[in-house]
């Protein structure tokens, strides 16, 4: 059964403290690995796509990188304004394009 | 920028009633799906329609459930009969293509009392 388990559920970082989510899979052929951030009472934002082992996406403090069974979303010197909860998702060959979602690493950001 | 837009933003119902939540997907996108997150837990999977039917349901998606784009342009959800269970977010989402990045709606608040 296609699974992504993502870790910590929450985290508390100051402003300025890097650190890294982490988002591993299990699935059955893998077609892309998709990084959501979340704010409360919202839709899920899309964030990064990445669909090979090796690949790297950045887009201004984060980081996303893709091995053959994790995933992490690296951010440097957050913000405030990075709090949000971050969901990772994977589509695998065994469907047609649905995503299965982890349960979302819930971040906050003091200054 | 083009966006997902869903109507209403909050729905509060009796148990029992017939609710349809609306979605207006972004006008090239070709593959349509309703994801539902029931508060404090996973969104999940409920239904995807590409090409005016049906392509993959979850075991959620009952009989009580139906999608249709009933005029090329809305994407909708109806259920039939709702129950206190139903309560949750329920987000519609678009891509182009099959493996590439779904875009989401703000999301429909449904409570059912």
């Known amino acids: 059964e296609d699974q992504v388990t993502q870790s910590p559920e929450a985290l508390r970082l100051q402003e300025g403290e890097s650190s890294s989510l982490n988002c591993s899979y299990t699935?059955?052929?893998?077609?892309?690995l998709f990084w959501y951030r979340q704010d409360p009472g919202k839709g899920p934002e899309f964030l990064f796509t990445?669909?090979?082992a090796g690949e790297e996406k950045e887009k201004e403090r984060l980081k996303a990188t893709l091995t053959k069974k994790e995933s992490f979303l690296h951010i440097t010197a957050p913000k405030p304004e990075d709090s949000a909860t971050y969901l990772c998702?994977?589509?695998?060959?065994?469907?047609?394009?649905?995503?299965?979602f982890g349960q979302g690493t819930t971040l906050q950001v003091k200054p | 920028e083009p966006e997902v837009t869903q109507t209403p933003s909050h729905q509060v119902t009796q148990m029992g009633q017939e609710v349809i939540l609306r979605c207006v997907p972004i006008?090239?996108?070709?593959?349509f799906y309703w994801y539902r997150q029931i508060l404090g837990q996973k969104v999940e999977f409920l239904v995807s329609?590409?090409?005016?039917?049906?392509?993959?349901k979850s075991e959620i998606f009952d009989d009580q459930f139906s999608v249709e784009r009933p005029d090329g342009s809305n994407f909708t959800l109806k259920i039939r009969s709702t129950k206190l269970e139903d309560s949750a977010m329920y987000f519609c989402?678009?891509?182009?293509?099959?493996?590439?990045?779904?875009?989401f709606g703000q999301g429909t608040r449904l409570t059912v009392v």
């Open positions: 990445l669909y090979s």
């Open positions: 989402a678009t891509t182009w293509g099959q493996n590439t990045e779904a875009f």
């Open positions: 006008s090239n996108h070709l593959y």
């Open positions: 699935v059955s052929g893998l077609r892309g």
């Open positions: 329609f590409y090409n005016n039917e049906i392509s993959e």
């Open positions: 998702a994977v589509v695998s060959s065994s469907n047609t394009g649905k995503l299965i």
